[in-house]
């Protein structure tokens, strides 16, 4: 299989097709969580990382309304900065997106089944969009 190069303006195309995904994944998990808190329950069931599994339980179940919400804000967050046209707001954007993949290995290995893909695909293009946007 053969991936086609990675162009600035394919990369740019990229980064509005994730920051509009992070933007629908802020919406989705606000409704989620609006509609049914216990949907998030065993979320981090599945860590290999005992310290996940319990902080999960303990802090984010506590209240998990209020956690998932603001794990929303923080995604409506990355995507604005995706879709923004400052360089600078563009550069933390791919940064958090990238954070956020490797967080969200920390929950076990269907993240890494998803993640690494993800990050495959995704470093290459943050790296092309955000050397377009030194030169540019």
């Not at 005992?50 to 794990?71: C, K, S, Y």
């Not at 046209?85 to 563009?90: D, E, G, N, Q």
């Not at 550069?91 to 993800?118: E, K, T």
């Amino acid at each position: 299989m053969h991936l086609p190069a990675v162009t600035g303006r394919n990369a740019a195309t990229a980064r509005r097709v994730v920051g509009g995904t992070y933007l629908c994944c802020a919406g989705l998990n606000a409704g989620l969580v609006l509609a049914d808190p216990e949907v998030y329950r065993d979320f981090a069931a599945s860590s290999y990382l005992p310290f996940v599994r319990t902080g999960w339980q303990e802090v984010v179940m506590a209240d998990p309304t209020v956690w998932i919400l603001l794990l929303a804000a923080g995604e409506v967050v990355i995507g604005t900065l995706l879709l923004s046209s400052s360089p600078s707001a563009v550069r933390v954007g791919w940064a958090a997106v990238i954070a956020f993949q490797v967080l969200l290995m920390l929950f076990g290995f269907g993240f890494w089944v998803w993640s690494v893909p993800v990050l495959l695909v995704l470093v290459p293009l943050a790296r092309r969009d955000v050397a377009g946007l030194s030169r540019g």
